[in-house]
């Protein structure tokens, strides 16, 4: 098989088996493939339309070549994002990381720097003192032993690194924003997914159901989060069955506020934001981080819904334990 002759397909408009997707992945990530035949790969996915299979066969070469690692705990869940939807909010997702883990679920959470934001949440950690884990044996220490770690996404995926300079001079969104959320080094079978864009949430909700997710809440709003100021739409996939609902803040007793309410200037704010919600400041910020970390808990399995997670959730900010992880991991030596 040729690169080439998969570059043709793909001008021709034509799927890629998943051997071929597979194949295509792994020459671009043994490095054998130039940027000019990199770019040209993945504009022509993104005109064509990536399938359910070739993404699921990404995944998996994408997992094949990452570091990864089986911590020995129990509901294990990842809070990730695709980035990308250029909303300029607060790190909602890490912010609700915390308050999973204060009540109890087991939080591996999979990060980079900046996409589109103001801060990724590598650069909101740093703000607040936390250094994003590079090694496998630190993380599942801290998974461990605090029950929440985050992972800096390049240290877990080395070869990403020959598509990083194509995909950042593209200027586009490519596959490769779809594939970050579905390749957690931890082996997270529960995630809550956040998409930019809903029309890609019927497809990802496939792919996690071949894949085998034992629970995946995906989410799309105006953000790539559960929304506090509009409806999002889930897709629901429990070990191989999909459920499709929307939901409104209004269900879960929460008064909708204005995107600008939750936006910020730069990780400086970004991080004063996350403090001041785990710390109990009520407001805008924190409704928008109950209902991320409420639907967290629930895809961890702890809790048997939604509305049940909130509850989880309320209490662990207002008892102090979403506060005291931070400070755990703050103050980790390994």
Do not use: W
Request: glycine fraction near 8%; aromatic fraction near 6%; hydrophobic fraction near 45%.
């Amino acid at each position: 098989m040729e690169f080439l002759q998969i570059l043709h397909k793909l001008i021709d408009k034509e799927n890629l088996t998943d051997g071929e997707a597979a194949f295509a992945l792994e020459e671009i990530m043994q490095g054998k493939i130039n940027n000019a035949q990199i770019a040209a790969f993945l504009t022509g996915l993104k005109i064509k339309g990536e399938s359910i299979e070739e993404i699921a066969a990404f995944v998996k070469i994408m997992r094949k070549n990452a570091i990864n690692f089986f911590p020995k705990v129990k509901n294990l869940v990842d809070t990730a994002g695709t980035g990308g939807d250029g909303s300029k909010t607060f790190n909602i997702s890490t912010c609700a990381a915390f308050v999973a883990a204060g009540a109890g679920a087991n939080v591996a959470k999979h990060g980079n720097r900046a996409a589109s934001s103001k801060s990724g949440s590598a650069d909101v950690l740093e703000e607040l003192g936390i250094n994003s884990i590079t090694e496998p044996t630190i993380a599942e220490k801290q998974l461990e032993g605090i029950g929440i770690t985050f992972l800096f996404a390049p240290a877990f995926h080395h070869a990403m690194k020959f598509v990083a300079p194509v995909r950042k001079e593209l200027g586009f969104k490519t596959v490769f924003n779809i594939l970050g959320p579905l390749t957690n080094p931890a082996g997270a079978k529960r995630q809550l997914i956040g998409a930019y864009d809903k029309s890609l949430l019927k497809k990802l909700a496939e792919v996690l159901k071949l894949l085998g997710t034992e629970k995946t809440l995906l989410v799309s709003s105006d953000i790539d989060e559960i929304s506090i100021c509009s409806e999002t739409e889930l897709y629901e996939i429990t070990n191989g069955e999909i459920k499709n609902y929307n939901i409104i803040p209004e269900d879960f007793g929460f008064k909708r506020a204005s995107l600008d309410a939750i936006r910020v200037e730069d990780k400086t704010k970004s991080a004063e934001v996350l403090l001041n919600v785990l710390k109990g400041r009520d407001g805008a910020a924190r409704d928008i981080v109950l209902l991320n970390s409420g639907a967290a808990i629930y895809a961890s399995g702890i809790a048997n819904n939604i509305q049940q997670g909130i509850s989880l959730a309320e209490k662990s900010i207002d008892s102090g334990k979403a506060l005291e992880k931070l400070e755990l991991l703050r103050n980790f030596k390994a």
